[in-house]
């Protein structure tokens, strides 16, 4: 049985019964999944492997996919990495609490090695989030937490859908209602090199140029801008594929695919918004012909234009681009719901928190993504 706790997200304290009870899960070595700022996480005391496993286990995680280690406080940061360098401290003292996950050089023997895969170096972050901080406090433990998704699906933002995917596998879910921010923590390294984003997340590279001006933060695979690897050779890949690689990922989970719906999702970019309605439209009618149950993942301003799919989902609202992140899990869960096979996803601006948005959607796309600007790749 899966227990659900349901909690005030803005009134919640260590004492909190329900905090109690599950933190006395996780002290059991249970997992139990919690809300975060981001999205919600499955944790598990990060020094118990026993109890780690059981987080792989309910996933159905690839076990070469490290886990990130969310803290309450800075002390517990102790023993756990080495000092950290002066410029990790600069973005801690920016940013946390908050969306950002800092690589920092584990102490041998302070987290379970199923959490860092083998790796010299741990993910750890400080989530901004009530119900998480007063779990992490109850608990005593640094919890390594994933998100509380089958491996593969997209990421929970509410309790149900944690329930959705892992009711009966864990010992039970804090219900903290909706997150916030919507997509995971960004990842990053700090070193004499500058900041270096191997996960765009929450925190986009613009927020992190402001913060520390005269600092490089470069964003990895952006080395390759121009060649795109999600290029239409790489299209129509099975369910589980992995995504087309440029470079040895420096972050293992970077590699997997994720975030897909059950339906097959391609993304369509195109910069004349009004010949990109028109091909939606002839392609869904095309798809519907062939038996297919059709969807579009839309804006807001431009759920009305799509009158040929069976369900429109609108995911955000593009005068609010954070709105788009919020929204694009539950989003992207709706049409499993609906039933949907061939889905059509609007491509959103780069720009800010788009980044992040545009990296879970060509994800979920797995590969398929129509570029309609360009005449190599006209989307036949
Ligand atoms: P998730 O738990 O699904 O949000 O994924 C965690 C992300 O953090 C994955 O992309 C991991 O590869 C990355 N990550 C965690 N620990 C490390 C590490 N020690 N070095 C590099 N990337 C990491
Ligand atoms: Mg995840």
């Keep these: 049985m899966t227990k659900r706790w349901q909690v005030d997200p803005v009134q919640v304290d260590p004492g909190h019964p329900a905090i109690r009870e599950a933190a006395d899960k996780l002290r059991q070595g249970e997992p139990v999944a919690f809300p975060t700022e981001t999205v919600y996480g499955l944790g598990a005391d990060a020094g118990n492997t026993e109890a780690v496993e059981r987080v792989f286990a309910a996933k159905g995680r690839p076990a070469d996919n490290p886990l990130i280690v969310h803290i309450a406080d800075r002390e517990q940061l102790v023993g756990l990495t080495a000092e950290p360098n002066e410029l990790s401290k600069r973005l801690m003292d920016a940013f946390w609490p908050g969306p950002l996950t800092l690589i920092l050089p584990v102490m041998p023997g302070a987290v379970s090695p199923r959490v860092t895969a083998g790796l010299s170096t741990v993910g750890v972050r400080m989530p901004d989030d009530p119900v998480a ?25 509410r309790a149900e859908h944690v329930l959705d995917d892992l009711s009966g596998a864990i010992a039970g879910v804090v219900d903290g209602g909706a997150t916030g921010v919507g997509v995971e923590s960004t990842v990053v390294e700090a070193g004499t090199a500058g900041v270096h984003i191997l996960r765009p997340g929450g925190v986009s590279a613009e927020d992190l140029r402001r913060a520390l001006p005269g600092i490089a933060v470069t964003v990895a695979g952006e080395m390759n801008a121009g060649a795109d690897p999600l290029t239409a050779a790489s299209a129509n890949q099975p369910p589980g594929a992995a995504a087309p690689e440029t470079e040895a990922p420096k972050s293992p989970g970077v590699k997997y695919k994720h975030y897909a719906p059950k339906g097959a999702l391609t993304l369509v970019t195109a910069r004349e918004e009004g010949a990109r309605t028109a091909w939606i439209n002839a392609e869904l009618a095309r798809r519907k012909a062939q038996g297919e149950r059709t969807g579009v993942l839309a804006a807001e301003e431009r759920a009305a234009r799509y009158p040929a799919a069976d369900a429109v989902v609108v995911f955000g609202r ?30 959103v601006d780069e720009a800010g928190i788009g980044a992040a948005v545009m990296n879970r959607l060509r994800k979920a796309a797995g590969g398929r993504v129509i570029r309609l600007d360009d005449p190599t790749n006209p989307g036949e």
Excluded: H, K, M
């Design 133 to 157: 901080l007063a779990l992490i406090r109850a608990s005593g433990r640094p919890l390594a937490a994933p998100s509380a998704n089958r491996s593969g699906r997209p990421s929970p933002t």
């Design 318 to 347: 593009e005068a609010e681009p954070q709105t788009f992140a919020r929204g694009l899990y539950d989003a992207l869960r709706r049409f499993d719901e609906a039933g949907v096979t061939f889905i059509l996803a609007e491509a």
